[in-house]
């Protein structure tokens, strides 16, 4: 059901030019740059493009309005005035672009919120990707009075020691990037450390 609804939100502003464009060349070029935008955001909410979802989505509805008011207006320069029964389509549109745009607000409103009490661990593909030759063997999250991280257990097939396999992780030292452009300003903290009987990968909130 999430993935019917994903693909409608994504659609959305190119179903709605389809009902307001008026001349095929600039309607077809339009039509085009929705078509390609829907498809980057259906491939970020599907995982196949590594993004922050809340803030695609939040990006999405701010440029295909955008895109489409471009569209209207280089139609006009083109075309007679309008007539009553596009007016009218036009004004279904734009209010159904102001719902989506009013809805993304409000759910993106709310996630910020949601997560400014750190009470969500960061999640799986916070942690490093494992060369060959080093397997993981359990994985889990703790909480604490600082937060939640997420716990991945270590080990090598390869009989690498601990000091190794934390070396071929590239976790030296702590790593930190970016998890979102604009909703969510938070870091994902990586680091491992050398238990005595494990390696053990933790990913953590940063600040």
Known sequence: MLIVLGILFAVAPAVVWTTIARTRPVGFAIGGMLLAGASLL?????GWIDAPRPDAHLVFTVLAPLVIACG????????????????????????LLGMQFALTLVVGLMYAVIISDGSDAPPSKALPSLPPGIS??????????????????????????????????????????????????????VSARDTGGNVVVYATWGH
């Open 72 to 95: 209207a207006g280089l139609e006009g320069r083109y075309e007679n005035s309008p007539s009553p029964e596009w007016i009218s389509r036009r004004n279904g549109a734009i209010g």
């Open 136 to 189: 993981l063997v359990n994985e889990g999250t703790d909480c604490g009075s600082g937060g939640c991280w997420r716990v991945a257990t270590i080990t090598s097939e390869d009989g690498l020691s601990h000091p190794e396999i934390i070396r071929e992780l590239g976790l030296q030292q702590q790593s930190c990037r970016s998890n979102g452009w604009l909703l969510d300003w938070r870091e994902v903290c």
């Open 42 to 46: 259906i491939s970020v909410q599907r």
